[in-house]
């Protein structure tokens, strides 16, 4: 790819670096060249994405621990945008997670729609285990 952007970020395992990833992502979107689409719009979509996809890995796939990291890795190629978060922990199956229902007492659920929100806002969403813990992968075309 002749205009890659390849950026990588490590995070403690915090949550109060939420909003610094999820701007970085904003600010990306917005300086994209070439990209024909509603900036704004993409840059809420990744702020959003990124954001939900730093919660499950500290607080699901890390257990909160303290000594772990997060890392971050954003691609950017002249027809795709590839978002990588790892994770240290034990992971699970991406696919026995199901969509939330949206009626009656489940509409009062605070938790469980991340991997939806992503899934809905992303082309293409991977989970899968690597050397040292696993790695959630969105792509979202250009």
Do not use: W
């Amino acid at each position: 790819m002749k205009n890659e952007i390849d950026i990588q970020i490590k995070v403690p395992n915090q949550t109060r670096y939420l909003s610094l990833i999820g701007r970085i992502g904003e600010d990306l979107a917005l300086q994209l060249q070439g990209f024909k689409g509603d900036r704004e719009d993409l840059a809420n979509q990744l702020n959003v994405v990124l954001t939900e996809a730093m919660v499950n890995a500290i607080r699901h796939a890390n257990a909160g621990d303290p000594d772990k990291e997060v890392d971050i890795r954003i691609t950017i190629g002249d027809n795709e945008l590839l978002l990588q978060v790892f994770d240290q922990g034990q992971g699970f199956d991406l696919n026995s997670i199901q969509d939330p229902g949206f009626e009656g007492e489940e509409l009062l659920e605070t938790g469980g729609r991340g991997i939806y929100i992503i899934r809905t806002l992303m082309d293409s969403v991977v989970y899968r285990r690597i050397p040292g813990g696993n790695v959630l992968e969105m792509r979202k075309r250009l």
